[in-house]
């Protein structure tokens, strides 16, 4: 019994050893209540306005991608998410979003060194005619004048030391200044440009559109096609059909009727092969098979109303939905020119590339085409994207168009 009591003892004493330990956290954790309360006061009372606060800094930021992308020749996209709105949620969001804590990155690091930097770089210019002139009137200058951290005390370092100072001023010139400007352009790329991720997702994000347009695009010609297959061949074979019932029927009775039927029946088979082959170029244009994209551009700019000069670099076949996607961007380009542009002059040129179609349609119209008003640029913009090619349309009011397309086509 005795030893018992002895062994609680002990392991009390233990463990108020422990919990005065304990004091050397317990303090400082009561004494930083206070901030931290404070902390999340602040948090809850500016939250709901942190969307208003993000929009100087991300202006901010956008200023410097522009400049950044100017020293470095490229640009540097925005990595922002649209926003969706105000209040608390938005502002949850803002706060998870890494592009909001990489902008507070950049401010910081930037902040800490653009200035230090740009006062170097703006000194050094006046800095060098300076130490240059020194040995003119170092004489004349207060006692310990310094030139390369050296006090100019007589004529043989007034004649040194300056040209000593004026090539190190040189070199942080024409060395380290051009540097600085590129590694703060660097910077502002790594903090400022979208990170994998957010490019990935944008990726993700822009194939789910061009896709989704793409097989609506697709379901929209298969209905087409039914539809004129419907409408036009079958109930032609249907009638043909029908005449060549009745012309049976009417052989032994009435030849002469019968005849008549069978030559209406003709007719009608004649018809339907005529629509069944315009369904087919709608298709896939017969011409592509027979002589190539080339011969086939060839032929429709032979076709347009207006001169149309053509110039083709190809050296070997692409894919045959490439070749069908290019052919089809160049009719409906030209049906465009003939219709809207009042253009008198046209020019097509297509470049085949080790791993694009590149192709190129100018007119010198009046400009001002709009792919959102219906005029097949739209349709153009799809059936590129289906192929996970690029468009870019220039058409200023007065200036011409040009629609330049890429289509990727492998190696």
């Known amino acids: ?36 309360v404070a902390f999340l006061v602040l948090i809850v009372l500016v939250l709901p306005w942190l969307p208003a606060a993000v929009q100087p800094l991300r202006a901010l930021a956008n200023t410097e991608r522009r400049r950044a992308g100017r020293i470095l020749g490229r640009e540097i996209p925005e990595p922002y998410a649209p926003m969706r709105g105000e209040g608390a949620s ?19 690091a930037h902040g800490l060194t653009g200035l230090q930097a740009a006062v170097l770089a703006v000194l050094i210019w006046p800095a060098i005619p300076y130490t240059l002139s020194l040995p003119l009137w170092w004489w ?28 190190f001023n040189l070199a942080l010139l024409l060395w380290l200044v051009p540097r600085l400007a590129r590694w ?26 061009t896709r989704a347009e793409a097989l609506e695009a697709h379901g929209a010609e298969l209905r087409r096609i039914e539809r004129d297959l419907h409408d036009g061949t079958q109930a032609q074979l ?17 030849p002469d009727a019968a005849r008549a039927l069978f030559l209406q029946a003709r007719d009608g088979v004649e018809e339907a092969l ?4 315009t369904v087919i170029r709608g298709i896939y244009p017969p011409i592509l098979s027979d002589r190539g994209l080339a011969g086939a551009l060839a032929a429709l700019a032979a076709a347009a109303p207006i001169p149309i000069d053509l110039g083709i670099d190809i050296d070997h076949r692409a894919p045959a939905a490439v070749e069908a996607a290019a052919y089809f961007v160049v009719a409906e380009a030209l049906t465009n020119i003939a219709k809207h542009s009042g253009a008198r002059h046209g020019l097509v040129t297509v470049r085949r590339e080790p791993a694009r179609l590149t192709i190129i349609v100018r007119d010198d119209g009046k400009g001002g ?12 913009r ?27 086509c492998g190696s």
């Open 1 to 36: 019994m005795t030893g018992d009591i002895g062994g609680a003892f002990r392991r009390s004493a233990h463990a108020t050893r422990d919990l005065a330990g304990g004091l050397r956290t317990a303090v400082p954790a009561l004494f930083g209540l206070a901030p931290l």
């Open 90 to 108: 938005e502002a949850r969001r803002l706060v998870r979003s890494p592009d909001t804590w990489r902008d507070v990155a950049w401010m910081v």
């Open 140 to 167: 004349a200058a207060p006692e310990g004048s310094t030139s390369a951290f050296i006090t100019l005390d007589g004529w043989p370092k007034a004649l040194t030391m300056p040209f000593v100072q004026t090539a």
């Open 184 to 209: 703060q352009a660097r910077l502002a790329e790594a903090l400022l440009g979208p990170t994998r991720r957010t490019s990935l997702a944008e990726r993700v994000e822009e194939l789910t559109e």
């Open 238 to 254: 249907v009638a043909a059909a029908l005449r060549l019932g009745l012309a049976d029927r009417r052989f032994d009775a009435d």
């Open 274 to 277: 005529a629509q069944l082959r």
């Open 369 to 380: 085409a709009d792919p959102g008003r219906g005029s097949g640029l739209a349709g153009i």
């Open 382 to 408: 799809r059936r590129v994207a289906a192929l996970d090619g690029a468009t870019r349309i220039d058409s200023p009011d007065g200036g011409g168009t040009t629609l330049e397309v890429h289509l990727p």
